[in-house]
């Protein structure tokens, strides 16, 4: 393992206020070159891109918490280091609330302690869902 790789996650997952499929296609395509996403079921879409050599498994989930869609990158090897990264990205892109966890999760951790990140680049730390946001 390398340096790089041990402060990476080994995958990302943020949550979208909106996910209009023409712009999560668009920036889908120009971060990870993946195809547009495809239906697999009831709220269910999954693409795959590449960065490098390494496949980037996609899979949005409408509706997964509080309104909120679920983007999931299942590869340590994404464009961002961290879920923040992510969310910041996506949030400029989409012109979108994006909101993700503080870090990595581990027993005993807070659980609903989210980054809320608005599309003009402000930030906050949220309790969610409790964060009445």
Not at 89 to 103: I, K, N, T
Request: with cysteine; charged share 25%; net charge negative.
């Amino acid at each position: 393992m390398t340096a790089d790789s041990e402060t990476r996650y080994p995958d990302i997952e943020i949550y979208l206020a909106k996910a209009p499929m023409a712009s999560l296609n668009e920036w889908l395509g120009m971060a990870i070159g993946a195809e547009p996403l495809t239906p697999v079921g009831k709220g269910k879409w999954r693409s795959s891109g590449l960065v490098g050599e390494h496949a980037i498994p996609v899979l949005l989930m409408e509706r997964a918490a509080d309104g909120f869609a679920s983007l999931w990158f299942d590869s340590a090897e994404t464009p961002w280091p961290d879920d923040a990264a992510c969310a910041r990205a996506a949030a400029r892109h989409l012109g979108s609330e994006v909101r993700c966890s503080l870090g990595g999760w581990q027993p005993g951790d807070e659980p609903d302690r989210f980054l809320r990140v608005l599309p003009d680049g402000r930030e906050e730390e949220i309790h969610w869902p409790d964060s009445g946001q």
